[in-house]
């Protein structure tokens, strides 16, 4: 028989918790996706996917992972040879650049430090003399917990004439990505994020001059071929089978996203950030990113001394029930992160602090019954 035990919480990156509602969309009986109902499903959603993103544009709905869409920005608008600038501030930038080169690009990478943000400047000089395709950037670098000015960035891009294809897969609906405003050409994003639901589907938005790449590329391409989408998504459908159930959690997300309203959300998400780094800060545990690029949707933090990484991540599990990400590449075991975006409020950032308030007191109070047997 099996014990009672307290619900885990998952104080990730993503996947994030997933209101009750939601949820329980996804449990409803399915519906055809070629049927009215699912049509008028599919309308809904795009229409309030071009609030949530500010733009005129809708965006194609995949059913993959973000990484499916990020795929999806380069094989259609990149041809082999074409030169692209990757900007790589941690695990996913390099990523992104690792996709434009599986598709025979030319790929150059400006990289800084964990930890640090792309400065615009540097790479208006980067692209001074040189004539590049476009530009890769990840918005918010979920591995060090870093958000990039895209606003400036993409003005430089733009002005040098490339395209800006950006992963916005822990941003998006986190904080502010006005499309239109900052003149955006690709766009993706994931589900499992700040838009509240399970894994399973991706998105991806594409600006009038992306299209016009598209109509020159000659990369191979079938399920991420976006002219299929654009063609199918305008008589309410898709191309392919799609999660129809997320589809359906989707809209429903959509709808409590717009009742809290876009202003609250990110306000929201600003709060937890800076209620989670200045009390674990007290608490004797070092930030890992600067406060002028700390991100608003995940939080590196590096362990007090005398405990580490492992420790604090095995306890929280076992002690409460807690969730945290540890870290990647050179950065694992080093430091671990901790999600806070989507269906995400002061309960679960207090909860998460109380346990490592304890974590921290007990490895202390070992340590000082330690030293005074010696």
Known sequence: MEATRAQTFLMIPGPTPVPDEILQECARQLIGHRSEDFSQCIEQVLEDLKWLGETKEAP??????????????????????DKVLSLVCGSFGERFAKVAEAFGAQVE???VANGEAIDAD?????????????????????STGVINDLEKIAKVVKAAGALILVDAVTSFGATKLPIDEWKLDMVFTGSQKALMLPPGLSLLYVSKEAWQAYEKCTTPRFYFDLGKYRKFQAEQTTPFTPAVSLMRALQKSLQMMKGEGKDQIFARHLHLRDLLRSQSKDMGFGLFVKEEWASPSVTALVPPDGITVPEIRKELKQKYN???????????DKVFRVGHMGYMFEREIGMTLFALKQIVAQKKSVTDKVQALK
Do not use: P, Y
Request: hydrophobic share 40%; with cysteine.
């Open 122 to 142: 540097t790479v208006a000089e980067k692209m001074k003399d040189q004539s590049f395709k476009a530009v890769t950037v990840t918005h918010n670098e979920t």
């Open 109 to 111: 990478r400006l990289r």
């Open 60 to 81: 194609m709905l995949f059913t993959a992972s973000g990484t499916g869409a990020m795929e999806a920005s380069i094989c259609n608008v990149i041809n082999k040879g």
């Open 322 to 332: 807690i969730i945290v990400a540890n870290a990647q590449d050179d950065l694992k």
